[in-house]
């Protein structure tokens, strides 16, 4: 059974940095190509970014376009999300989520995910 546990949320001023991790176990993490999605208090769970299972591609949403970063760590088994020039409306549960094999490498749908993390919380006070 495949499991992602994410860890690094907390509570940032805006302008701040925070770097998440997702860790998994159960599966051949290198194998697939991981991806991060947060959900706001009230909106739907959006996708933020994906990296490739070497770690030589990554996609992102416009909106953490040169604030974000992707990487990974096969060797360990993580995912991370460096996260900079934090902003309020960044406020969010943050989940990591493992793409399914048939799935497009830039698909945002969460449909093309098939495990996830319990997510980590990302407050950016203004």
């Known amino acids: 059974q495949v499991q992602l546990v994410e860890s690094g949320g907390g509570l940032v001023q805006a302008g701040g940095s925070l770097r998440l991790s997702c860790a998994a176990s159960?599966?051949?993490?290198?194998?697939?190509?991981m991806g991060w999605f947060r959900q706001a208090p009230g909106k739907e769970r959006e996708f933020v970014a994906v990296?490739?299972?070497?770690?030589?591609?990554?996609y992102y949403a416009d909106f953490v376009k040169g604030r974000f970063t992707i990487s990974r760590v096969n060797a360990k088994n993580t995912v991370y999300l460096q996260m900079n020039s934090l902003k309020p409306e960044d406020t969010a549960v943050y989940y990591c989520?493992?793409?399914?094999?048939?799935?497009?490498?830039?698909?945002?749908?969460?449909?093309?995910?098939?495990?996830w993390g319990q997510g980590t919380q990302v407050t950016v006070s203004s």
């Open positions: 159960g599966g051949t993490f290198s194998m697939y190509d």
């Open positions: 990296i490739n299972w070497s770690g030589g591609s990554t």
């Open positions: 989520a493992r793409q399914s094999n048939k799935a497009s490498f830039t698909s945002r749908s969460l449909h093309e995910y098939d495990y």
